[in-house]
């Protein structure tokens, strides 16, 4: 790695640790993770019918805990948390 390219990935690096990996409000949300992603995975390995396109070949390939775990790692924080509101919290609804 050339000099410039050097220090660029330190500056990301150090930025990275900083104000992600160790920021005190991010780490202060990481207790919450474990029962979020497990609930997702047990809602998706006793309903495998909601996985859609590749994850259903996966399932039939590699089998539907391989699929959902799959599933879960390629989503985006916004995404599983909105599919986590989907699935788990009540909506409202109007009279």
């Known amino acids: 790695m050339d000099s410039q390219c050097q220090q660029a990935f330190k500056e990301l690096h150090d930025f990275m640790y900083s104000e992600v990996y160790l920021n005190p409000v991010a780490k202060s949300e990481e207790q919450k993770v474990d029962g ?3 609930a997702l995975f047990e809602y998706f390995t006793k309903n495998p019918d909601m996985l859609r396109g590749e994850y259903i070949v996966i399932a039939e390939r590699d089998g539907v805990d391989r699929a959902v775990m799959d599933y879960i790692a390629g989503m985006t924080d916004s995404f ?10 009540p909506k409202g609804w109007a009279n």
């Open 36 to 38: 979020f992603i497990t």
């Open 80 to 89: 599983a948390i909105s599919k986590y509101k989907e699935i788990f919290i």
